[in-house]
């Protein structure tokens, strides 16, 4: 091996170490991510979603939040939440390992009226707030595509396929929802023998061998580095940075067009 290769290759390592040290040291070191035992952590909703029973308006949401026990310190948990006009409920799609186990079928859809749960004690964020057409746009397709998606059988934590690429696959598949996943999502990037494919926001490409490795280059991802599943990125159209274990720095508002600022306003109204 050459000298120039030896330093290459010992850049990436040292590289791909930096990109590690942060979730490895929340994962080892006091980390409070959420709740250790799943079975009394806390589900109550945040106030994000509007109710069905005073809003009448078609909604689609997405949401991350931090995955259970250790995981979180590396990676979030991300769905997707729907609306139509006039709706009684919130139908709800994610993937989840343990659902996998017990159906044979890794995709799961149920009704509710308080999408904005937390995960096993982890508080939502909101990354997407459609509202009215906008919302009913995206509502149209997203049946099909859930049922399209290619790895409902198929459920790995690193690098994929799982709850992330499940929703990457829905903002691929469906430009309306315009989505940008936050970086601390691993498995956004699986896009199994597709080496080259749109970023989940339909604003650019990227390059993926396999979710572990790549590189995307977007209008609202910006520059994104995957090594390992852990991304580090810039993005000069927002000035934000991207950093393993934190995701977008500093948080992007306009992700979701104001919708924290105004839904925190009717949370409060509605006494969260």
Do not use: C
Not at 5 to 27: D, E, I, N, Q, S
Not at 34 to 43: F, G, I, M
Not at 103 to 110: F, G, K, L
Not at 170 to 198: S, V
């Amino acid at each position: 091996m050459s000298k120039r290769l030896r330093k290459f290759f010992t850049g990436v390592l040292m590289l791909a170490v930096l990109m590690a040290a942060v979730p490895l040291a929340r994962a080892f070191f006091g980390n409070d991510v959420q709740a250790q035992d799943w079975r009394t952590a806390s589900r109550e909703p945040v106030g994000w979603a509007p109710d069905p029973d005073d809003y009448e308006p078609a909604v689609v949401q997405v949401y991350s939040a931090a995955a259970v026990r250790w995981r979180g310190a590396f990676s979030d948990h991300t769905w997707i939440a729907a609306k139509p006009k006039g709706a009684a409920y919130y139908t709800r799609y994610e993937v989840t390992g343990f659902y996998l186990r017990r159906n044979q079928n890794a995709i799961r859809i149920t009704e509710t009226k308080e999408p904005d749960q937390r995960w096993y004690g982890a508080s939502p964020k909101l990354i997407q707030d459609l509202r009215g057409a906008d919302a009913e746009a995206v509502i149209r397709d997203l049946p099909g595509v859930v049922d399209s998606y290619p790895y409902a059988n198929t459920y790995v934590v690193w690098p994929g396929p799982n709850s992330n690429t499940f929703i990457a696959h829905i903002g691929r598949e469906i430009p309306a929802l315009h989505l940008t996943m936050p970086g601390n999502t691993i498995g956004k990037d699986f896009t199994g023998w597709r080496f080259i494919a749109p970023t989940p926001s339909n604003t650019g490409v990227q390059l993926s061998l396999g979710g572990a490795f790549g590189i995307a280059l977007a209008k609202d991802e910006g520059l994104e580095i995957n090594i390992l599943g852990l991304v580090i990125g810039a993005n000069p159209m927002d000035l934000s940075l991207t950093l393993p274990s934190v995701g977008r720095f500093p948080g992007r508002e306009d992700w979701t067009n104001g919708a924290h600022d105004r839904l925190g306003r009717e949370a409060v109204e509605r006494g969260f």
